[in-house]
T-cell receptor
């Protein structure tokens, strides 16, 4: 079977750093993606890790350890607009994604 | 570019009725996908296509059919709607290009089956 585990909720204050972890167990693995979704909106792409290590894109970074079936999303210098749900998703081939249940991030002033 | 568009945006069906959801993309992407998202949950893959004339089953394909007659369009059909199919349906597309991993999502279709 396929399963992805991530925390259901995280709360942090503006300017802080938050890490959202994701562990996965899937029958196929080509890479780990992260998506952001605001309430009522569509998911938007944040990052993709195919290889072990850290990928940095502005305030957001994503890490992957294939041997540990583990990854995380790191958000720095949090802003109010970062309040959203964040999903990890495993690419099981042909970019077909299996999503986790999502982590709701609430940024407080 | 409009990106990925979905028609309709909202729909209410009665149990047993049929309908087709249309997804269109103008980015010349090879890969297209249909997902459903239930409240407070992640997205689940229904069907996908890796090119014109091809389709494949995803995680939750039962009760749905798809067709990709043209590269830019991907249709999702519900032959006999059930209340369990009440959900938000998202279409997405992705290029086949190596190194391009982003999926581009449409705005979603909110379907209620009574």
């Amino acid at each position: 079977g396929q399963s992805l585990e991530q925390p259901s909720e995280v709360t942090a204050v503006e300017g802080a750093i938050v890490q959202i972890n994701c562990t996965y167990q899937t029958s196929g693995f080509y890479g780990l993606s992260w998506y952001q979704q605001h309430d009522g909106g569509a998911p938007t792409f944040l990052s993709y890790n195919a290889l072990d290590g850290l990928e940095e894109t502005g305030r957001f970074s994503s890490f992957l350890s294939r041997s540990d079936s583990y990854g995380y999303l790191l958000l720095q210098e949090l802003q109010m607009k970062d309040s959203a749900s964040y999903f990890c998703a495993v690419d099981t081939g042909r970019r077909a994604l299996t999503f986790g249940s999502g982590t709701r991030l609430q940024v407080q002033p | 570019n409009a990106g990925v568009t979905q028609t309709p945006k909202f729909r209410v069906l009665k149990t047993g009725q049929s309908m087709t959801l249309l997804c269109a993309q103008d980015m010349n992407h090879e890969y297209m996908y249909w997902y459903r998202q239930d409240p407070g949950m992640g997205l689940r893959l229904i069907h996908y296509s890796v090119g014109e004339g091809t389709t494949a089953k995803g995680e939750v394909p039962d009760g749905y059919n798809v067709s990709r007659l043209k590269k830019q369009n991907f249709l999702l059909g519900l032959e006999s709607a059930a209340p369990s199919q009440t959900s938000v349906y998202f279409c997405a597309s992705s290029p086949q290009t190596s190194g391009s991993y982003e999926q581009y999502f449409g705005p979603g279709t909110r379907l209620t089956v009574t």
